[in-house]
Nanobody, 124 residues
Framework: QVQLVESGGGLVQAGGSLRLSCAAS????????MGWFRQAPGKEREFVAAIDWTGGSTFHVDSVKGRFTISRDNDKNTVYLQMNSLKPEDTAVYYCAANSNRIATPRAAYYDYWGQGTQVTVSS
């Protein structure tokens, strides 16, 4: 059982940067693999990045490779998504999620817990 709260979203111009945070509470944070997903209006939920329970393995969707980086700090019970070189097509609600299998996976069905989401808007 874990509760997740995202923060750090907002408005930014194309080419700018944002850093999203997901603070976890409840059971031991290090027992979970973590992921970031996003959903734009009229589109289905899309995988963005994932990290395993130790932070030793990460996986990013092709569209954000070289621009976004997922990381975690288990001492602070927090996972991050550093977003650089933002594009208008990155505009979406971003959600963090936790899976009790402890793996870095793009499959939404593996995730047991979800945050409420934070809005990211990138202007042209």
């Amino acid at each position: 059982q874990v509760q997740l709260v995202e923060s750090g979203g907002g408005l930014v111009q194309a080419g700018g940067s944002l850093r999203l945070s997901c603070a976890a509470s409840g059971r031991t944070f290090s027992n979970y693999g973590m992921g970031w997903f996003r959903q734009a209006p009229g589109k289905e939920r899309e995988f963005v990045a994932a990290i395993d329970w130790t932070g030793g393995s990460t996986f990013h969707v092709d569209s954000v490779k070289g621009r976004f980086t997922i990381s975690r700090d288990n001492d602070k019970n927090t996972v991050y998504l550093q977003m650089n070189s933002l594009k208008p097509e990155d505009t979406a609600v971003y959600y963090c999620a936790a899976n009790s299998n402890r793996i870095a996976t793009p499959r939404a069905a593996y995730y047991d817990y979800w945050g409420q989401g934070t809005q990211v808007t990138v202007s042209s």
